[in-house]
């Protein structure tokens, strides 16, 4: 069976391509386009769709439109409700709802061959849970979806049993967990459905001084369900211009709502573990992201394995919906890798090169030509391999940096032109990770946090937070083999096990994709070498 998931709805359109129960590709919009998130999430955007991603999917296995069994919509108009009988402040929803009612003939007319009558709706949540429960490494799991919201609730619980989900609880609107932090994050005179991660960084720097005050709002209600009403808070702190500076209230009020939603998640997981007495729980909508929170669900519930889908936000709804489309025809795979997206071969991008007239060498061996940049203190663009399904850069389109150098975490703030207090992550070879980091381990997408060992603190200063916690990631040398090699070849030369890793991208625009955009971030930014594929380009030479 052929199916193409499609999400675009509310944000981050993407689209995946799920072929005889196997993920073939998964990519978000915005990696095509060059727009952030793909779009803004507001009513009058509702229409537009991951064309570009999609076509791309199809082409990757050779097929055209007419060729597919189902495309899976991850929205399902017929279970929504008008917005003002869900107590939600969105007058224009309708129009939303309208643009999914009518998604068969837009996809049809986007995708020549279509025919719409092949379109099938899946339930937001229900995709979401499908990208996790289906795609994790466990057939059986208790599932937990939170964010934002879908059609007229915010959460589902629920188990999979042999891949087959029944939902146990779900939780309506107007309580939401993800509008809560959203609603703060524009307070905080950030992006809303964009820059809630630089709420749980910025947490990082406070106190909970405000926990009580939130917890009349927000908080667990013991039977598997939650209230998180609108909180005023301005008169809590005073709201942050966008762009100006950040008080100590700041700091307090996003660690305030950071333990307030921790608290949220502990109560629901604890129901669910009760109800399923499962030893896996799998996550996914865009709080599963919240990798501070994840890891309380870790150290503090009796679960034994989390697993987090890594594209847990609203682009993963794609290929949740195309499994769960999948899974009523055949069985499906768990999900591989997140390196879903875009690549290309050595030939291809020698070709790039040659048309961009740009002097590069071909080394040996590029992972050893990187780890000798890096010993040195170069910044270093890494373009390898197919680009990741997700917000994480995890080794295929990644900025690398030497860890023991306290300096090149405000280095690499400024190269990215981004917030101070923002963090960059370690990368190291999952055989070595317990001894650095304390916290779940295999960590191969970057969604917990671990502390790291005392004895390690002050050898790799740059990828340890002020809390004293690094967001790692851990690389399996069998899946990564070129990676694990840049890391042993910079341990040979310095000692450490460690590298810094953050997302190839400048703020504001999406991680980079292709050539193009590797060799565009590579001229505009100081990066003092790119490794693109087994070809090293040098900034030395290229601007002498």
Same mark, same amino acid.
């Given at each position: 069976?052929?199916?193409?998931?499609?999400?675009?709805?509310?944000?981050?359109?993407?689209?995946?391509?799920?072929?005889?129960?196997?993920?073939?590709?998964?990519?978000?919009?915005?990696?095509?386009?060059?727009?952030?998130?793909?779009?803004?999430?507001?009513?009058?955007?509702?229409?537009?769709?991951?064309?570009?991603?999609?076509?791309?999917?199809?082409?990757?296995?050779?097929?055209?439109?007419?060729?597919?069994?189902?495309?899976?919509?991850?929205?399902?108009?017929?279970?929504?409700?008008?917005?003002?009988?869900?107590?939600?402040?969105?007058?224009?929803?309708?129009?939303?709802?309208?643009?999914?009612?009518?998604?068969?003939?837009?996809?049809?007319?986007?995708?020549?061959?279509?025919?719409?009558?092949?379109?099938?709706?899946?339930?937001?949540?229900?995709?979401?849970?499908?990208?996790?429960?289906?795609?994790?490494?466990?057939?059986?799991?208790?599932?937990?979806?939170?964010?934002?919201?879908?059609?007229?609730?915010?959460?589902?619980?629920?188990?999979?049993?042999?891949?087959?989900?029944?939902?146990?609880?779900?939780?309506?609107?107007?309580?939401?967990?993800?509008?809560?932090?959203?609603?703060?994050?524009?307070?905080?005179?950030?992006?809303?459905?964009?820059?809630?991660?630089?709420?749980?960084?910025?947490?990082?720097?406070?106190?909970?001084?405000?926990?009580?005050?939130?917890?009349?709002?927000?908080?667990?209600?013991?039977?598997?369900?939650?209230?998180?009403?609108?909180?005023?808070?301005?008169?809590?702190?005073?709201?942050?211009?966008?762009?100006?500076?950040?008080?100590?209230?700041?700091?307090?009020?996003?660690?305030?709502?950071?333990?307030?939603?921790?608290?949220?998640?502990?109560?629901?997981?604890?129901?669910?573990?009760?109800?399923?007495?499962?030893?896996?729980?799998?996550?996914?909508?865009?709080?599963?992201?919240?990798?501070?929170?994840?890891?309380?669900?870790?150290?503090?519930?009796?679960?034994?394995?989390?697993?987090?889908?890594?594209?847990?936000?609203?682009?993963?709804?794609?290929?949740?919906?195309?499994?769960?489309?999948?899974?009523?025809?055949?069985?499906?795979?768990?999900?591989?890798?997140?390196?879903?997206?875009?690549?290309?071969?050595?030939?291809?991008?020698?070709?790039?090169?040659?048309? =961009?007239?740009?002097?590069? $060498? @071909?080394?040996?061996?590029? &992972?050893?030509? %990187?780890? !000798? +940049?890096? /010993?040195?203190?170069?910044?270093?663009?890494?373009?390898?391999?197919?680009?990741?399904?997700?917000?994480?850069?995890?080794?295929?389109?990644?900025?690398?940096?030497?860890?023991?150098?306290?300096?090149?975490?405000?280095?690499?703030? =400024?190269?990215?032109?981004? $917030? @101070?207090?923002?963090?960059? &992550?370690?990368? %190291?070879? !999952? +055989?070595? /990770?317990?001894?650095?980091?304390?916290?779940?381990?295999?960590?191969?997408?970057?969604?917990?946090?671990?502390?790291?060992?005392?004895?390690?603190?002050?050898?790799?200063?740059?990828?340890?937070?002020?809390?004293?916690?690094?967001?790692?990631?851990?690389?399996?040398?069998?899946?990564?083999?070129?990676?694990?090699?840049?890391?042993?070849?910079?341990?040979?030369?310095?000692?450490?096990?460690?590298?810094?890793?953050?997302?190839?991208?400048?703020?504001?625009?999406?991680?980079?994709?292709?050539?193009?955009?590797?060799?565009?971030?590579?001229?505009?930014?100081?990066?003092?070498?790119?490794?693109?594929?087994?070809?090293?380009?040098?900034?030395?030479?290229?601007?002498?």
């Amino acid at each position: 069976m052929r199916v193409l998931g499609i999400n675009a709805l509310f944000h981050d359109p993407a689209a995946s391509l799920v072929m005889d129960g196997r993920i073939v590709a998964a990519a978000e919009e915005e990696r095509f386009s060059r727009r952030k998130h793909g779009k803004r999430p507001v009513p009058f955007s509702a229409w537009e769709l991951p064309e570009l991603s999609a076509r791309w999917c199809l082409e990757r296995a050779g097929l055209t439109p007419s060729d597919l069994d189902a495309v899976a919509y991850s929205y399902d108009p017929e279970i929504a409700r008008p917005a003002e009988q869900l107590g939600v402040h969105d007058p224009w929803d309708h129009l939303r709802q309208e643009y999914a009612r009518r998604a068969p003939e837009f996809l049809a007319e986007a995708l020549p061959g279509l025919d719409p009558d092949k379109v099938r709706f899946v339930a937001h949540h229900v995709a979401h849970a499908a990208s996790a429960g289906q795609a994790a490494p466990y057939p059986d799991s208790a599932v937990l979806v939170l964010d934002g919201r879908g059609e007229c609730g915010s959460h589902l619980a629920g188990r999979y049993a042999n891949r087959e989900l029944t939902v146990l609880g779900s939780q309506s609107l107007p309580d939401s967990i993800g509008l809560f932090y959203e609603d703060l994050t524009q307070h905080l005179g950030f992006l809303r459905s964009s820059d809630e991660f630089k709420v749980m960084a910025l947490a990082s720097y406070g106190e909970p001084r405000f926990l009580d005050q939130l917890r009349q709002y927000v908080h667990p209600d013991g039977h598997g369900g939650f209230r998180a009403r609108s909180v005023p808070w301005g008169t809590l702190v005073p709201a942050r211009l966008a762009g100006g500076a950040w008080t100590q209230d700041h700091a307090d009020i996003a660690a305030s709502a950071q333990v307030c939603l921790e608290e949220v998640l502990l109560g629901l997981a604890r129901w669910l573990h009760d109800r399923t007495g499962e030893d896996a729980l799998t996550l996914a909508g865009g709080v599963a992201l919240n990798c501070v929170a994840n890891t309380r669900l870790y150290r503090e519930t009796p679960f034994r394995h989390i697993w987090v889908q890594p594209a847990a936000g609203d682009a993963g709804t794609a290929l949740g919906a195309a499994l769960h489309v999948a899974n009523q025809k055949e069985a499906v795979e768990v999900m591989p890798t997140a390196a879903l997206g875009r690549g290309w071969s050595n030939d291809e991008l020698r070709a790039w090169l040659e048309r =961009a007239a740009v002097p590069y $060498e @071909e080394p040996d061996d590029i &992972a050893e030509t %990187v780890a !000798a +940049e890096l /010993a040195q203190d170069g910044i270093v663009a890494w373009f390898q391999g197919r680009s990741e399904f997700g917000p994480r850069a995890l080794g295929h389109r990644s900025l690398l940096a030497h860890p023991g150098r306290a300096a090149n975490l405000e280095r690499l703030n =400024a190269v990215k032109g981004r $917030e @101070e207090f923002r963090p960059v &992550a370690p990368m %190291v070879l !999952a +055989e070595r /990770a317990a001894e650095l980091f304390d916290g779940p381990l295999p960590s191969p997408y970057m969604l917990f946090v671990h502390d790291v060992a005392a004895q390690w603190r002050d050898r790799i200063p740059a990828v340890v937070h002020v809390d004293g916690t690094a967001r790692i990631q851990t690389v399996d040398r069998h899946d990564e083999p070129l990676v694990a090699r840049m890391i042993e070849g910079f341990e040979r030369l310095t000692g450490l096990p460690v590298v810094v890793n953050t997302s190839l991208n400048t703020a504001g625009r999406p991680m980079v994709d292709d050539p193009r955009d590797a060799l565009e971030c590579f001229g505009s930014a100081p990066v003092d070498l790119l490794a693109l594929g087994p070809f090293a380009i040098r900034r030395k030479k290229v601007f002498a």
